[in-house]
C-alpha cells in the first residue's frame, strides 16, 4: 500500500497521475500536425536529389563537384607550409584496405559454403544461412525475407551447387544495399540566388562514441589531398577535449578550426562562426563537428535541429554526415530516423569496419530511409577513410 | 506490424484461450515469436539459440501443461530465464584486503571508458573512499586531457605522468604499461584506496593492444577488470567480449549507453556467454549518470515491456517532495486541482525527458503503443501555451470562460478556439474522472484493485486503437488509461513494499537482492494478464 507520508509514494503517485491527465488532455489535440512533421522529414530528404540534378545543370561548377570515388588526381597540390604532412592520396587506398578486410574476415563465409554445398537444403539449413544473415547485424526481419525469396528462387530456377545459391545471394544483397545508390560527396561551393559564393557545408552528426571527430579529421586530409581549401568548425563544446582533438588533426595538413574559447558554449554560434568566415575567407569546404548525441534526448536533438538551422541562414548544407558505428545492432536504424528527421541526413559514414563487425544494419537503414552510405572507416590509421563500394561491402558480409 | 514482444505474443495467445491447453505448434509459434524479439533487441544468434531452446523444452515439460493458464506460464518461464541470465551471479565491487584495490577498465573504442572513469571515481568518492584516476590511454588523441577534464569534474586527483598523443598519425610514445604500475604506486605513497585505470580503446581483433592491456594486467594485479560495453552494440557483443575474456580476463561488466533507446540484448549476450556479472549501468553524459544494474528491469527491456521502476526512480529524482504531497492530496480531493497546478505538473514532468518514454515505460500501455509513436512532443508545447495565455484567475476557476474570454486565449496562444474548447472539456473529464477514483478506491489504500484484471478484452482494445485515429471514442481511450495507471499503482504499490528497503542504499552495491523477486511477483502481473485476455 502506498503510504501517503512517504515521499517515495505521493512522488508515484502524482507522476502517475500527472502523466495520466498530460496524456488524455494533449494525445488527441490537432492530430494533423503529426502529418505535418512527416511531411518535413521526407521534404528533408528531397532536396538533396533537387540539388544534384540542378548542380548537373550548372555546369560552370560541375568540375568542382569532385566525388572522390572518382578522385583520379594523381598527386595532391601539396600544403603550403613545409611542416605540414602531405595525406595520401585518395586512390591506392584501396587496395591496402581490401586486404584488411580480407583479413577481419569472419569464418562466416566458410560456414556459408559449407551449408550450401550440402544435397539438399533442409529446413534446418535455411535456418542456418537466415543465422548467418543475422550475425552480421542485418536484422531479423531482412534476414527472413532474403532467404525466403532465395529459397523460393532457388526451387523455382531448381539450381542446386552450393557456388550458384551463393552467387544469388550475393546478388540479392548487392541488389539490397543499391548499387545505384549516388555515393558522392557534393562538395561544389554554392552560388547562392544574389551570386554570392558561399562554401560547400558538411555537417557531421551521430551518436557517442561512433567516431564523429575522427571521421572529420579523416575527410579533412581527404579533401585536403584533393587539393581544396578548408575549414573545421569545432561545434562538440560539450566533451572534454573534443575541440582540441580536432584541432590537432586540423594542424597536421594546415587546416584552420573555429572553435569557442570555453567550454559549453553555444554549438550553433560556433557552427554559425566557422561558416561565416569560410566564406569570408572563400574556402572550399566548412566541416562542422558536433557532439555525440543519443537520438532519444529530445534536448540534445533540438540542439541539433537549432545547429542545423542556424548554419542555413549563412549557407546552406551541402550535406550532412551521420555517422555510424559498424557494431551497432539494430538500433542503428531508429538513429539513422531520428536524425534525419532533425537534421536531414544526406549520407551515412559507416565507422570501424576494420573490427569483426559488419555492419550489417546500413542494409536496412539503406532500405527503409533510402540513405546511401557514402564512406566508409577502416582502420586507426588517419587515411583510412575510403568510399563504400556496394559489391565490397557485400562480400564482407558473405566473408569472402 | 507488431512493435514489441508483448504485441506479438497477445496476438499469438489470441487463439489459446479457447485451448486452454498449449500443443507443440503453439509453443513452436510462440518460440518463433520470442527468438524475433530477441534478435531485434540484438541478442546473439547463439545466445538466442541456447536461449529459445531452454524455453522451449521447460514450456513443453510438466511444468506447464500442469499449470493452470500455460500461456501465462510461457511468458513468466521467458521472464525467469532472462533474470536468471542477466543477475544469475550479481554482486559488488571487491576490495582488495591491502589497499589500494586496483580496478581497470578495458572495452572498445568508443565504448565510454573515460567517461565511466570518471563516473566510477565520483561514485567511489561520494561512498567515502578516495580514488585515484590512471591515465594509461596513450593512443587515442587527447584521451589523457580528457581523462584529466572528467577527474576535474569528478573532485578526483588524476596521475598522468605522460601527455599522451595529441593526434592520430603520432607514434605513441609513451609506456602505458609502466604509467599503469607507476600510478599504483602513486597511489600506495600517496594512501588513496582505489586506483581507476583507463586503458586504451582497442578492438577485439588488435593482438597487439590486447597484449598491452593483458601486459597493464599483469603489471598491476588488478582487484577488478571492468569491461565497458555500448548498450548499443550488435552481434559483435558475443566475438568482442570473448576476445577481451581471452584477453584480459575481465571480472564484470558495466553497461554504457543504457539512456539511449537501444533494447540491450548485448547485455544478455555478454551474460550469457561469458557468465560475467554485469555490474553497473551507465545511463547519461552527467557524472552522476550511473547506477547499479538492474537484471530484472533489463529483461523487461530486451523484452520490451513496461519499466515503471525506472519511470518512478526518475520522478523521485525530478519532483519535490512536500509540492507533491500537496498536489496527492489535492487530486484526492478532485476539485482543488486547477489547471494552474496542471501546468506546473507538466513542466516538471517535461524534466523528466521525453513524454513519449515515460508513456512508454507505463505497463499495459500496449495497446496504445500506435498513439504514443505519433504523439507529437509539441502537443504539450501547445497545451502550455494555452494555459499561459490564461489570466491566474482563469487557471483557478475555468468556469468563468466565456466565449470571449476563450477567444482571447485562443489567440494569445496561437490557436483556435475549438482547441480550447478540447482541452478544457478534457482538463474538466480528466479531473472528474480523478474525483471518482479517489472515492472508490483508485487511491492509496485500495484494496480491491482488480489490476489489470478489468482491461478491456480484444474488441475493446481494438476500439481504443480507432481512438486514436479519430478524436471519437474518447472513453475507450481514456479507459485504457485508466488501465495503465491502475497497473502502474499497482506495480507502485509493490515497489513500495518491495523495494523500500534497498531504496535507501542507492548505489546497489548488494542491493540486488530485493530487486529480482519484487518485479518477478509484482511487475510482470499486469503485463502477464493482459496476454491471457489477449
Known sequence: MINLDSPLGIAVLVIVVALLIVAVSTFFLRRDRVKKVDDAASRALRPRVDEATGETAA???DDDAVAIEIADESSPTAAAQPEVETPEPVLGRFTRLKARLARSGSPLGAKLLAVLSRDTLSDDDWDEIEELLLLADIGAGPALDLVEELRTEVRVKSISGAAEVRALLREKLVALVGPDMDRSLNLAPQILGDGTRKPAVLLVVGVNGAGKT?????????????????????????????????TTWGNRVGVETVRSDREGADPASVAFDAVKQGSAAGIDVVVVDTAGRLQNKTGLMDELGKVSRVIGKEAPLSEVLLVLDATTGQNGLNQARVFTEVAGVTGIVLTKLDGTAKGGIVVAVQKELGLPVKLVGLGEGPDDLAPFEPEQFVDGLLGE | MFATLSDRLTSTFKNLRTKGRLSESDIDATVRQIRRALLDADVAVPVVREFTGNVRERALSAEVSAALNPAQQVVKIVNDELVGILGGQSRSLQFAKNPPTVIMLAGLQGAGKTTLAGKLARHLKESGHTPLLVAADLQRPNAVTQLSVVADRAGVPVYAPHPGVASEAEVPTGDPVAVARDGVEQARAKLHDVVIIDTAGRLGVDQELMRQAADIKAATNPDEVLFVIDAMVGQDAVTTAQAFLEGVDFTGVVLSKLDGDARGGAALSVASVTGRPIMFASTGEQLTDFEAFHPDRM????????????????????????EAAKMASKITSGDGFTLEDFLGQMQQLRKLGSMKKMLGMLPGVGQMREAIDNFDEREIDRVEAIISSMTPHERRDPKILNGSRRARIARGSGVTTTDVNQLLTRFESARKMMKQMGKTGGLPGMGGVPGMGAL???????????????????????????????????????????????????????????????????????????????
Request: aromatic content about 2%.
Open chain 2, 456 to 534: 478491456p478484452g480484444s474488441g475493446k482494445r481494438a476500439g481504443a486503437r480507432q481512438a486514436s485515429k479519430g478524436k471519437k471514442n474518447k472513453a475507450a481511450q481514456r479507459r485504457a488509461s485508466v488501465q495503465s495507471m491502475k497497473a502502474a499503482k499497482k506495480a507502485a504499490q509493490a515497489q513500495q513494499q518491495g523495494a523500500q528497503p534497498a531504496s535507501g542504499d542507492g548505489f546497489g552495491l548488494g542491493a540486488n537482492a530485493s530487486g529480482p523477486a519484487s518485479v518477478e511477483d509484482l511487475n510482470l502481473p499486469p503485463d502477464l494478464e493482459k496476454y491471457l485476455r489477449g
Open chain 1, 214 to 246: 575522427t571521421t572529420v579529421g579523416k575527410l579533412t586530409r581527404v579533401l585536403v589531398a584533393e587539393g581544396k581549401s578548408v575549414l573545421l568548425g569545432a561545434a562538440d563544446t560539450f566533451r572534454a577535449a573534443a575541440a582540441d582533438q580536432l
Open chain 1, 59 to 61: 555546369s560552370a561548377i
Open chain 2, 299 to 322: 529483461a523487461s527491456r530486451i523484452l520490451d515491456m513496461g519499466d515503471i521502476l525506472s519511470l518512478i526512480e526518475q520522478a523521485e529524482k525530478a519532483f519535490d517532495a512536500e
